[in-house]
């Protein structure tokens, strides 16, 4: 009787110690995940390329080269 209750709780131990592993594991890689992405979304901001302006006729006709800088004022 009391090799019965020890072998059961031997057997639960293995579960929730193997279950506790497993999470982790899938965890851990969120947390990689997670911090690729937030180093992506860093690099995507920083390294922006320069805006380009361009006139145009209401027609949608490009007049001349691109612009720094836009037209309007704010």
Not at 1 to 8: E, I, T
Not at 21 to 39: D, K, N, Q, T
Not at 41 to 68: C, D, N, V, W
């Amino acid at each position: 009787m009391l090799a019965s209750r020890h072998a059961r709780a031997y057997l639960q131990s293995d579960f929730y110690r193997d279950q506790y592993r497993r999470i982790l594991r899938w965890l851990m890689g969120a947390v990689f995940l997670i911090l690729a992405l937030i180093i992506t979304i860093i690099y995507l901001i920083l390294f922006q390329p320069s805006r380009q302006y361009y006139a145009s006729t209401t027609e949608g006709k490009i007049l001349h080269m691109p612009q720094q800088q836009s037209n309007v004022q704010q």
